[in-house]
């Protein structure tokens, strides 16, 4: 009882991880969930940017945002969470340039 206590301030407190997961030739996408009450949506929203943009430079590519979007949470309903799709292109790629992306 005690281990799952902590467990759940730890999420709290925390949020949940996310994972870069394939959705197509060089897109991918990544979502935060379980958000703490008090953090923003617009912060998760910057923490699946900060984490993707991490990923693309780790592999040597460019992060290039298609779609984001995000929840705050609602006390008590359902908690925040926050989603990005982007393509990972290798540097110099004319797709960089030409990307619009959506907010």
Known sequence: MKASIMSFALALLTGCMSTVVPSGPNTY???KGS???WMSAANAKADC???ADVWCAKRGLVMVPISSDAQDPIAFRSAGSAQLTFRALKPGDPAITNSTATP
């Open 35 to 37: 958000l703490p009450i």
């Open 29 to 31: 996408y990544i979502s």
């Open 49 to 51: 940017y900060h984490e």
